[in-house]
């Protein structure tokens, strides 16, 4: 038996699981607001909510955004199952974006806010967590699959 687009599919799976995993250990091992130092002044893991989207836009609007995510997750699963056998930028892509949508959509339903916790203090940057690692992946991942031409055969 083949299993149409596998590859999405198991992408999908180790990124979610992946972001659960380290916001559960953030969660079990942490307290709110603490940090820990891993190249002190350039990279923490500090704990902290988020009640909006990236960058703490739409603060405070979890209702809409977790309808987002679920939306956004059942059109890549329709996709996944629907569309032709996707090609690997494809599959990458989509699968990273499924695993993150998910990942921050479960915690928006159960929690009403994003566990975040990588935090790069040397460029003052948002903390963010694997999710959104995820879903950037997967942008870039679509992107190059745009640009990507498929090689063509020569006939002389």
Known sequence: MRWKNRFFWITAFVTFFLDQLTKYLVVKNFNLKETLPIISGVFHFTYVTNTG????????QV????????????????????????????????????????GNGIDRFVLGYVVDFLDFRLINFPVFNLADVFINIGIV???IATFKTTPTTRRD
């Not at 989207?53 to 405070?60: I, P």
């Not at 977790?66 to 629907?82: D, K």
């Open 53 to 60: 989207a990236a960058f703490s836009l739409f603060t405070g």
């Open 63 to 102: 209702g809409w955004l977790r309808w987002l995510s679920l939306g956004v997750s059942l059109a890549l699963i329709v996709l996944a199952c629907f569309a032709p056998t996707l090609h690997f930028w494809q599959w990458l892509g989509y699968g990273c974006i499924l695993g993150g949508a998910m």
């Open 141 to 143: 991942s679509l992107l």
